[in-house]
């Protein structure tokens, strides 16, 4: 038994059964990065010493008997949620040498659950990307195919996950970056709704988009992942303060006698044919399961890809105004005063894709523009989170795919903003709406790359998304693949 | 054009943002093409729609005041580029 390859669900029963010990757990990961890290680039930071003594910690609690839902899991975490002693970069030069003197929430709740971190995996500078090439610590490959990008901006983290270099991980997504990656590497990934998991210790890219949310194996676990981390936080104002199920109850109910909606603006023309087969077969079985698929329409689709380009770029705007060279980070040297220090150091400290999108934002927000683009963005905004609740009064869940391609190749929109920017086009709508979604395995391309489809529900409705995966992922009996590294 | 170099100048200027002239010109046109896409917005129909700033409105979080301990001078200059005694340093900011 390859103890890296199975999931938090197999490796708790395990432990439980005295089989494992969180040592033999961590020592079988470590030995997998050892033998396919130089190839697949999924860390920044590699959390070992830690992880070790961490695992020794948990087969202590496991030998007395205290056994929590995560104790002695490896799990990784996207080196944008700050780690107390370990370096947190954000993927950015300017952020290179930065040490958190405070753990996330998140970090916290999954050390209070009993995990043990192994690492912090690479991902598109400040999260803005999607393909985790705009990384200041080089790219990510795809283990399915490692001409390939894996998707972003968690990209690390997802490819983490489908390499077995950790059990589960840890992403946040802003416009698909949990879920796009999660398609393109054939693993779980769930956005839950907006406020529903704490963004405190969250280095900030677009505060009213951003979420935090896991990566898995399957749905099972997805469900482990976010009884762990989801819930309302005094430190962090947004987060909402709702009593939180447990998710692990949704996962037999099954979807007999469901409406699932089907948007049409969804399934164009332009979509990788290969996925529109998959979509089909998800559709089939999901009717399979008792669940009647209706015809439905978000008619302001068209308008999300240019409301978040605007929304997201202002807001990062704004917050990356911090990355001044004076409290923590990079310094460009040899300043002759304060606002050219200011300049040199954002100018040498910051890539490409974060300094367009700082400009595009700045822009969109500066004066005499304000009305045209952010108030706009900002009203369009209001009438695609009002489709979102016209639609729910029709179906139980919405079906799309999670990606219009399978992964692309390294290098391929590297010189197209735009068409980089059009990769998130089925998961944007989700964050600018609030809502939750999840992105689940639904077969292989032709040339073997993972499919996604994306399963979308009404705010704090996570329930019903594993609900639905979960009967899906049983159903779909998907062919067990594994990349070939 | 949506947007010219001088105006690329300008708000590089107000981002804090330095551009070598070849970089300028490559913006310029970056930021031309993806702001002629965003020109699709002026179809859509807002008239008396509210602008949404958050996808869940709270209003008013209010928590407990609570006195916790801080991060503490040592530990808050832990990470500066410069500090001296209990100051973050910077470079001269007046004549």
Not at chain 1, 74 to 81: G, S, W
Not at chain 1, 325 to 336: A, E, L
Not at chain 1, 450 to 470: D, N, V, Y
Request: overall charge negative; hydrophobic content about 40%; proline content about 5%.
């Amino acid at each position: 038994m390859i103890l890296n390859r199975l999931t938090i669900h197999e490796l708790q029963n395990l432990i439980r059964a005295g089989e494992a010990t969180s040592s033999d757990i961590v020592q079988s990961v470590f030995e997998r990065i050892d033998e396919v890290e130089g190839r697949v680039h999924s860390y920044i930071t590699l959390m070992k010493e830690h992880a070790f003594a961490e695992a020794a910690r948990a087969d202590q609690d496991i030998k007395a008997g205290k056994i929590k839902a995560l104790t002695g899991i490896p799990i990784a975490l996207k080196d944008i949620v700050c780690t107390k002693g370990f370096l947190t970069t954000c993927g950015s030069h300017i952020l290179h040498n930065y040490m958190p003197p405070y753990d996330a929430t998140v970090v916290e709740k999954l050390k209070e659950a009993g995990a043990v971190f192994t690492g912090k995996t690479n991902m598109d500078e400040f999260a803005m990307g999607s393909s985790t090439e705009t990384s200041y610590f080089g790219i990510t490959r795809n283990p399915w195919d490692l001409d390939r990008i894996p998707g972003g901006s968690s990209g690390g983290s997802a490819a983490a996950v489908a390499a077995d270099e950790c059990i589960a991980s840890i992403g946040s997504d802003t416009g698909g970056s949990i879920r796009q990656p999660a398609a393109l590497c054939g693993v779980v990934g769930m956005k839950p709704t907006y406020g529903r998991v704490s963004r405190f210790g969250l280095i900030a890219f677009a505060s009213s988009l951003d979420q935090i949310g896991p990566f898995t194996k399957d749905v099972e676990d997805c469900a482990i992942m976010m009884n762990a981390i989801a819930g309302y936080d005094p430190r962090e104002s947004t987060s909402v303060p709702l009593a939180v199920p447990d998710y692990t109850e949704f996962l037999p109910r099954g979807i007999d006698g469901w409406k699932v909606g089907i948007p049409k603006e969804y399934f164009i023309e332009g979509i990788d044919p290969d996925v529109s087969e998959a979509m089909q077969r998800v559709i089939t079985t999901i009717e399979g399961l008792g669940a009647a698929c209706v015809g439905i329409s978000l008619p302001h689709t068209e308008y999300c890809l240019a409301v978040y380009y605007i929304i997201a770029p202002a807001e990062a705007s704004s917050n990356l105004a911090r990355y001044d060279g004076v409290k923590y980070g990079f310094r460009s040297q040899g300043s002759s005063d304060l606002l050219d220090m200011y300049k040199k150091t954002r100018s040498a400290g910051f890539g490409a894709e974060v300094k367009r999108r700082i400009m595009i934002g700045t822009y969109a927000l500066s004066s005499g523009y304000y009305d045209a683009y952010y108030k706009k963005a900002s009203q369009v905004r209001a009438l695609i989170k009002r489709d979102f609740e016209d639609a729910f009064t029709r179906c139980d869940a919405i079906l799309t795919p999670t990606s219009p391609t399978p992964a692309f190749k390294i290098g391929e929109k590297m010189d197209d903003p735009l068409q980089m920017y059009l990769s998130d086009i089925f998961t944007i709508s989700t964050n600018l709406a609030g809502i939750p979604g999840i992105s689940v395995p639904c077969g292989f391309t032709r040339e073997g790359l993972p499919i996604g489809a994306q399963f979308l529900a009404g705010h704090f409705e996570e329930g019903k998304l594993i609900q639905i995966a979960s009967a899906f992922e049983k159903q779909a009996n998907l062919e067990k693949r594994r990349p070939n590294l | 054009m949506k947007i010219t170099k001088d105006e690329v100048e300008y708000v590089a200027h107000l981002a804090r943002l330095d551009f070598s002239e070849a970089e300028k010109s490559k913006f310029t046109s970056q930021l031309n093409d993806i702001l002629m896409y965003m020109e699709k917005l002026s179809q859509a129909d807002t008239v008396g729609v509210e602008p949404m700033s958050h996808a869940i409105a709270l209003q008013n979080a209010f928590r407990d005041d609570i006195v916790k301990d801080s991060l503490g001078h040592d530990l808050s200059l832990s990470n500066a580029p410069e500090a001296r005694g209990p100051f973050f340093r910077v470079p001269k900011v007046i004549e």
